[in-house]
């Protein structure tokens, strides 16, 4: 495979705005692209839908707060509202009633899609919200991606954690991805699986 001829001008955004071939990011920077991909997925389809993200920051998804917080203007451009939540716990109640909107009277949008993200133990002791979230379901165009920041090796944590589990006994489906464009294609793939099946999708 042939190695991809340079553009004429390359800028900091374009891991965030090029939509034609190669981009580098980090990990946290391809999950920041990952609602402004299916914003314009959802615009080439003619649908009207807006994101919301929330969770309660924390190590080792402390970083995506950051990055969400940096490209905060562009977010906007594509109806996408971040917002930290108190707790683990209020930060899913909140994804969950996103999934109201494109039921009740008067919304402006088709559906929010949504993205709750927390760190292994935050995924713990969220369970019980995220199951309600899981039970209640997602909006067929809307659709929710969980996002767990596990710590396997316990190098940022009290205590080491896995969210695969929990995931599961709550009703939630999980995919891996196995690299950084795995991140993205796989957060699309969730967003269609829970649009499809009513379910909440995990990336631990």
Known sequence: MNAPLP???????????????????TGTQALTRLPIQQHLRDKAAGLKTG?????YRGSPM?????????QSKLLAEHDIHFQPGVNEELAA?????????GVMPGSKFDGVFGIWYGKGPGTDRAADAL???GSTGAHKFGGVVALAGDDH??????????SDLTFISTGI????????????????????????????VGRP
Not at 51 to 55: E, L
Not at 62 to 70: I, K, P, S, V
């Open 173 to 200: 489906p999980v995919l891996y991805p196995a690299n950084t464009q795995e991140l993205i294609d796989h957060g699309l793939h969730g967003f269609a699986m829970s649009r499809f099946s009513g379910c909440w």
């Open 131 to 133: 199951r309600h979230g």
């Open 7 to 25: 553009r004429a001008s390359v800028t900091l955004e374009d891991k965030f705005r090029v939509q034609e071939g190669w981009i580098y990011v």
């Open 93 to 101: 109640s909140s994804v969950l009633g996103s999934q109201f909107v």
């Open 62 to 70: 402390g970083r995506y707060d950051m990055e969400l917080w940096a």
């Open 153 to 162: 090796g316990c190098k940022s944590s009290s205590i080491y954690n896995f």
């Open 51 to 55: 994101g919301f993200i929330s969770c």
